[in-house]
């Protein structure tokens, strides 16, 4: 990591993207809502704004030989041959079996090898464990988990102070979450803009909620003792005695939104959060509200988010779930909140035709939809 006398971001390859206010939520929500637009950086995510930082420290490190090698489920791996393509090293990019062609068809416009090893994500990186072990100068790179990626990550939170009215500070910033490296870097980002005391809305969905479970298994948020919080069926509780924390390992990853699929948080990015002034407020939410959000945001904005990122919108588009979680958005005030979308490249056109299906299935059977937030159960009606 930079000193605190240098500019970690005087040669940052990523863009300064948009923060514009939406009047279409602003207006359902009546405070002011922001949107980061990370889904416009060159791999089409805030991914590339770590990994690109990283790649950059292993060219200043190891030299113009460097070889970069990465597993990866698809947004990683694109930060990581984006980045690899800017600065003219080679990058070797291992995937599982099951990522859509289109993604590998990217991944070798930007100059990288791609290599298909095992059915899982963790198969796939064992295989660049072993790569690396075998080359000297193979270097690799972290999906989420390292200090360099949320140095380059809370590049956005400086942009955000420097692009919101001046003298307003959020009441809340949102961010999808899976391993935490978003959220990591947006703390810290926050803490070094002098935010530490704005709440951190983490969301994720259910079946694929590792942080969720990880915070439930420290004191924390949640309510009540922390021993009589038991690890759901297929959780498996590790303590991680470096950060002092327990980390939650899924046993099986349910949900649709594969970008959120880590099967375990950083331990550190958890330490983070329990620790943070303006503390966690930890969510998850159905993949089918999730969908809903997703068409509603096209909709609205005439842009395409994957659905993992459409987990940080989707409250939004429930005013009864967003005020619970943003109380201060409601006080005298005017509220002010900040949606990181944070981009993906897993989302089409045929994809935005199943949801539509799925969504209108689901509102058909009636009911409401459940929603977690640190420990509590909500619930809002699939039609709102």
């Not at 995510?45 to 990994?51: A, D």
């Not at 935490?180 to 709440?199: H, K, N, Q, R, S």
């Not at 327990?246 to 330490?271: F, M, Q």
């Amino acid at each position: 990591m930079s000193t605190a006398t240098e500019d970690p971001y005087r040669e940052k390859l990523w863009l300064e993207t948009p923060l514009i206010r939406s009047i279409h939520i602003s207006s359902l929500l009546q405070c002011d809502v922001y949107l980061k637009l990370d889904t416009l950086q060159p791999a089409q995510s805030f991914k590339y704004r770590g990994i690109s930082h990283f790649a950059q420290h292993a060219l200043r490190t190891h030299g113009p030989d460097v070889h970069l090698i990465i597993a990866s489920g698809g947004n990683a791996g694109l930060a990581a041959a984006c980045a690899a393509n800017v600065l003219n090293v080679r990058c070797t990019v291992f995937l599982p079996h099951g990522v859509n062609q289109s993604t590998i068809d990217f991944m070798r416009k930007e100059g990288a090898q791609v290599v298909i090893e095992g059915n899982y994500y963790l198969q796939a990186l064992q295989a660049a464990r072993k790569a690396v072990e075998a080359e000297s100068k193979a270097v690799m790179v972290p999906a989420y988990d390292d200090p360099i990626i949320w140095e380059g990550h809370a590049s956005m939170v400086h942009e955000i102070k420097r692009q919101l009215p001046e003298g307003i500070k959020p009441d809340a910033i949102f961010c999808s979450v899976g391993g935490a490296g978003l959220a990591a870097g947006i703390m810290d980002g926050c803490t070094a803009v002098g935010w530490d005391d704005v709440p951190l809305v983490a969301v994720e969905t259910h079946g694929s909620n590792c942080f969720y479970q990880s915070v439930s298994l420290n004191d924390g948020p949640f309510g009540g003792n922390v021993s009589s919080r038991q690890a759901p069926e297929g959780t498996r509780p590790e303590r991680c005695n470096e950060h002092n924390v327990t980390v939650a390992h899924l046993a099986n990853l349910t949900s649709k939104a594969t970008s959120l699929g880590a099967s375990s948080p950083s331990a550190a990015a958890v330490k983070k959060a329990l620790l943070r002034k303006g503390g966690i407020r930890s969510v998850c939410i159905p993949d089918e509200m999730a969908m809903q959000a997703v068409l509603n945001f096209a909709e609205d904005h005439k842009a395409l988010v994957e659905l993992a990122c459409a987990a940080t919108i989707a409250p939004a588009y429930k005013p009864t779930i967003f005020h619970k979680l943003v109380p201060e958005a409601r006080s005298n005030k005017r509220g002010n909140v900040v949606l990181v979308v944070c981009g993906g490249f897993k989302i089409s056109l045929d994809d935005l035709e199943d949801y539509k299906r799925i969504v209108a299935a689901d509102i058909a059977e009636a009911g409401d939809w459940e929603v977690a937030y640190n420990g509590e159960m909500l619930t809002v009606s699939k039609a709102e």
